[in-house]
Structures are given as C-alpha cells and as structure tokens.
C-alpha cells in the first residue's frame, strides 16, 4: 500500500515541471478545457464517485496553493470534504483508544447469562445476591449488580414482585405430604355394583387398596383408615394432608383417625374433579386397563383383581411424574450389557390383562 502510494506520488510530482514550462496562454487554454471537461461528467455522474487514498493525497496537497474562494471551481468536491480528509489522518495520529488496554471488567459468560434466568425461575424467592451466591458457590464469581442486569434484561421482576407457583407447581411442592383418597366403583357380572376406596401417595405414585365393600358406610370408612395408619406405619409422620371429596362416607371420626396422626382433612371443591386430579385419575385407570376389561363374579374375586393391581402398580409400573421410576424404587435398575444375548420372558397377570416383561437369567 505504501509504496503504490510513493510511486503514484512520485508520477504525479514528475508532471508538475511539463506543465510549468508551458506557455501561459497554452496552460490558460488547457485549463480551461479541462474545467469544462470536469464540468461536463459531473452532469453525467449517476452517484457519488469513490476516490482511493492516492487521490485524496493529490487533491488536498496543493490545497494551499490556491486561494480558498476558487476551490469550487477547481477541485471536484466541496471544501468541506477536503478538509474532512485532512482531518482523518490527524485524528488517526492522536487516537490512543487502541494503544493502551481498556478498562473496566471482563465481559459476562454466556453460561452465566443462561444461568441467571434458570435461578431466578427455579426460585421465585430468591432476590440478586442469593442467586449471586450461588454462582459464587458454582465458580462463577460475578457481582450483585450484574446478576440485576441479567435479570432485567431478560424481563424477570425483582424477587419481591415476581409471579408466584402455578397451580402445576404448588401440587408439586406439596407432593411430599400429600395422600389423596377416592371410590372406585366395579360393576360384577350379576349387575351388582360395589366400591373399593383407594389410597394414593403423591409423592410415591404408591396406591393403596383399603377395601371392598357393597355398602360403603360412615363406619367402614373409618376402620379402613385405621387398617390404612398401620400399614404406613412410621411412613405416616412424612404425611400432612389427607386429600377427600365430600361424600357422607366421610364423617367427622374419619378426619379423626388422620388427626391423630397429625394428617389434616382437606375436602375438594364442590363438583370440581381436577382438585383431586392424581386420585381421579388412578380411579380412571383402573376401571380403564383392568376392570372394565374382566367379569367379577363377588367381593373376593374383586379384592384379588384389585390387589394384583395394586401389587402391579408399585412394584412393576414405572410413573412418568417420577422420572419412569417405580414407586418403591430408589434408584434405576444397572444397564444390562449384551442385550442380545438375554431372552425377555413375560409374565401374565389376571390372565393377561396385565403383562409384566423381566430377563431371562
């Protein structure tokens, strides 16, 4: 670049001498002709002409020679941009902006800046220097002031003011102390109907079959929840609340029994199903995959049929609302290696409404 700049410099420079050992009317004519000349393209030009540094460099040097009045007439651009083009390269010469480092802090991650907003959302409660804590607590060492500035740009209200759980979410919360009852009702093969009352831990998905009577009164529902406080046994003080719909069968001494315990009776809305929803629907699944599907003759073959599903249920079933775990299990089953080589055998249950599948060993 220089030295096609020194070089074109140099051809223009060399120029100058043919030009002042003219005579003055042939200059006077030739200048003239060249203004006119000049004149006549800039009617022809359809936009702006672009000028490499090589021709600035000659249009501002002898910028000095020619007395400011006339630079219109001679050079092709306004004054203001002769001296803009000056200016550039002076400004260049004292700009240290890129010499010497800036300051201030680094810039935020970008991990950070998609951490922030996952806090926030997980933890309505949790103000600036809570979440700032904990990504110092995670190895990201940022300040109060930065976490706001996240927050705010991602439209994510102060702690104080932010949304509260969703309905979604306070059940889920609640899950750990909750136990939901209900009737499910098995229509037998002499068009007899009798009702069994189930049980359903929240936070397990564990059901519970406590009978199954024809006539379900106030006074059986109260032995089945004495039967039901012996069989959690020190698994009842992890429960607060008994979720119950309004039926007569539940009477005072009812509530009485889980009082005992320290469980509160909390009945549902009137004619609003969804607030018992998980104990609503382990009714509809019952009736859906197992009952609706078998001939039941009386209560014995009733009680088997729902025992087995209950069995079924807990030990065989995976939940989706536990990550696909079974109710009493704690952890996955280990990975099996070489599945090809192992034979999957299935087992019929209430001869084959259900099936349950398991390796050969």
């Not at 460099?57 to 001679?74: E, G, K, N, T, Y």
């Not at 439209?155 to 059940?171: H, K, L, M, V, Y």
């Not at 189930?198 to 006074?219: D, N, Q």
Request: hydrophobic share 40%; glycine share 4%.
């Amino acid at each position: 670049m220089i030295v096609s700049l020194v070089y074109r410099v140099v051809r223009k420079l060399l120029a100058v001498p043919a030009v002042l050992l003219r005579r003055n009317m042939a200059k006077d004519v030739e200048l003239l002709v060249l203004r006119h000349e000049n004149a006549v393209l800039r009617r022809q030009l359809t936009r702006p002409v672009r000028y490499e540094p090589t021709d600035r460099l000659w249009f501002a040097a002898p910028s000095s020679l020619i007395p400011r009045r006339r630079w219109a007439q001679v050079f092709p651009v306004t004054p203001a941009t002769l001296l803009a083009w000056h200016r550039r390269p002076i400004t260049r010469k004292w700009d240290y902006s890129k010499r010497r480092s800036r300051p201030g802090s680094p810039a935020t991650a970008s991990a950070v800046k998609a951490l922030v907003p996952q806090l926030a959302q997980q933890n309505p409660r949790w103000g600036c220097r809570r979440i700032q804590g904990e990504l110092v607590r995670l190895g990201h060492p940022v300040g109060s002031t930065t976490v706001w500035e996240i927050l705010a740009a991602a439209g994510i209200d102060p702690a104080p003011r932010r949304s509260g759980p969703t309905w979604r979410e306070f059940p889920t919360a609640q899950a750990e102390g909750i136990v939901a009852c209900d009737f499910v009702h098995i229509d037998l093969a002499g068009l007899r109907r009798f009702y069994a009352l189930v049980f359903l831990e929240h936070s397990t998905r564990r059901l519970h079959i406590a009978g199954v009577t024809a006539h379900p009164t106030g006074s059986w529902t109260v032995q089945q929840a004495r039967n039901l406080a012996v069989e959690l046994g020190i698994r009842v003080d992890s429960l607060r609340f008994l979720l119950r719909d309004r039926d007569a069968q539940h009477p005072e001494s009812f509530d009485a029994v889980f009082a005992a315990d320290g469980i509160k009776a909390v009945r549902t809305a009137p004619r609003a199903p969804r607030t018992n929803a998980h104990g609503e629907r382990v009714v509809e699944t019952l009736r859906r995959e197992v009952l609706d599907h078998l001939l039941i003759r009386n209560e014995t073959p009733a009680r088997r049929v729902l025992d087995a599903c209950a069995r079924h249920d807990n030990r065989r079933r995976p939940h989706r609302a536990r990550g696909q775990f079974l109710p009493l299990a704690r952890e996955y089953p280990a990975p099996k290696t070489g599945l090809t080589a192992h034979r999957v055998l299935r087992r019929r249950v209430l001869g084959g409404v259900i099936n349950e599948y398991r390796y050969a060993a």
